[in-house]
């Protein structure tokens, strides 16, 4: 190849893609084509820059973190990746092979330009909300790319023949309801499931106005304690015991799985059942086959003062640090190209909530069509959070490890019948060693990439 034809080669960015994994034994993934409008968006980055050539990976969202790291040993990490809302830390976290933080924080690497290369500068358009859980001491860190949030569904049949008139939007209102259900002759075998998964325990601590970890939840610096002996903690595991010893809570025996509670819900043998806004047309699908309406609902809150929206679920792109001045310029171009409103309001139609003010607008426009059932109910309970620490929820190194000794505390409480205080004090000390060792290599001197970096 002549210089000359060199010269005008495209430049190459490369972008990792966090997708749903497969589901075992198939090339089926769990959520089918979802990333697939992050790739659209990719295509299109190329043909307005065809000086640039965006290329795009699909990696198991779960194996994501561990992938890079094998990337930066061999000398080779991608130019952007996504990163999961539970990752968030990790990716902070990661090291260069020379010891220097992997990714760059976006709003400084954007420097307060308002447009690069063309492409209008998106990140004051973020919704407060979004912006909120993506930053750290109010700088930006990441660009958001998927947005979803916890949200309950309800078999609109049964929920009738038991006289509940209206979704619960209360943990007193979902009990009552569950009892009325229990009453049916002919009714379900319980009224509610859910996981008992991490996330969860985000949503309900921050509902009850409550910290996870201290630090502000990390977000004024470095999260080093975890709360799970909180008062707050302890309320919803007294209620969900309630609940469990009633009959009215079905326990999957999968503690993490959500869908596991779906089948059951789609096999109407509970009622009610609660997963992310980003498996809602699986959840109407499944209502529609088993002949039954569907009902949504915001994620019940601990009482009527209380505020369900925080601590967001989804995805955000990372920007490699140190990338030549042009690479970095049109890295960073596509990340506004990838949301501004054409990309934003077809990322809808991709499992995602809205993610910037004009895209908000556009959807929840009286004229248009929900593209997904609940869709509006999921997009307020994100816009009605409080833009504070607690409702930001939590950011600390591996999330996903923490949470694990507090999935197993409940699943004890609920199965064998442990004392919810004891027990709970005990999963703090466990989940404090996990933070503990991951924050031992971050805050080294040279400070390394964690070993544990998987993310889920």
């Known amino acids: 190849m ?6 005008h080669e495209p ?3 490369d972008v990792w893609l966090a997708v749903s994994p497969k589901i075992p034994g198939t090339d089926e993934y769990s959520l089918p084509g979802f990333g697939y409008a992050r790739v659209e968006a990719a295509e299109s980055f190329n043909r307005a820059h065809p000086q640039y050539r965006v290329k795009t990976r699909m990696v198991d969202f779960r194996a994501l973190p561990e992938e890079v790291g094998v990337a930066v040993a061999s000398g080779n990490p991608p130019d952007i990746a996504e990163y999961n809302y539970s990752s968030t830390q990790v990716a902070l976290d990661m090291r260069a092979r020379n010891g220097d933080p992997l990714f760059a924080p976006i709003q400084r690497a954007i420097g307060g330009r308002t447009e690069i290369l063309g492409e209008p500068v998106v990140i004051d358009d973020l919704l407060p909300a979004v912006r909120n859980y993506f930053s750290l001491g109010g700088e930006l860190v990441s660009m958001p790319s998927i947005l979803s949030t916890n949200v309950l569904f309800g078999n609109k049949d049964i929920l009738e023949r038991a006289g509940v008139e209206r979704m619960p939007a209360t943990w007193q209102e979902l009990q009552d309801a569950c ?4 009453k049916l002759p002919d009714g379900p075998a319980h009224g509610a499931a859910w996981p008992i998964y991490g996330w969860l325990f985000h949503m309900e601590i921050a509902g009850q106005g409550a910290l996870f970890c201290n630090h502000d939840n990390g977000r004024s610096g470095r999260s080093t304690r975890v709360f799970f002996d909180s008062p707050e903690m302890l309320n919803y595991v007294r209620w969900l015991k309630s609940l469990y010893d009633h009959g009215y809570y079905h326990y999957t025996g999968e503690p ?3 869908f596991a509670g779906m089948e059951a819900f789609a096999r109407q043998e509970v009622a009610f059942a609660v997963t992310s806004s980003a498996v809602s047309q699986a959840m109407a699908d499944a209502a529609a086959e088993g002949g039954f309406g569907l009902l949504v609902g915001q994620l019940p809150r601990h009482d009527a003062r209380s505020s369900p929206g925080g601590a967001l679920g989804g995805h955000s792109f990372f920007l490699t640090a140190g990338l030549p001045k042009e690479k970095e310029d049109g890295a960073l ?3 506004q190209h ?15 909530l809205p993610l910037t003010i004009p895209a908000h607008d556009q959807v929840m426009a009286d004229a248009w069509v929900e593209p997904h059932p609940g869709f509006r109910i999921a997009t307020e309970q994100v816009t009605s959070a409080d833009l504070t620490p607690v409702a930001a929820g939590p950011m600390l190194g591996n999330l996903n490890g923490v949470n694990t000794p507090a999935t197993y505390a409940l699943e004890d409480v609920l199965l064998r019948g442990a004392d919810p205080k004891s027990r709970f004090r005990a999963a703090t000390e466990e989940a404090q060693l996990v933070l503990d060792h991951h924050n031992a290599a971050a805050l080294a001197y040279p400070p390394v990439t964690p070993e544990v970096l998987r993310g889920g």
């Open 333 to 335: 171009a596509f990340l």
């Open 179 to 182: 009892a009325a259900i229990a």
């Open 11 to 13: 430049i190459e960015i």
């Open 2 to 7: 002549s210089d000359l034809t060199a010269a």
């Open 256 to 258: 993490r799985d959500y």
């Open 338 to 352: 990838q949301l501004n409103l054409q990309h934003a309001v077809a990322r809808t139609n991709d499992r995602s």
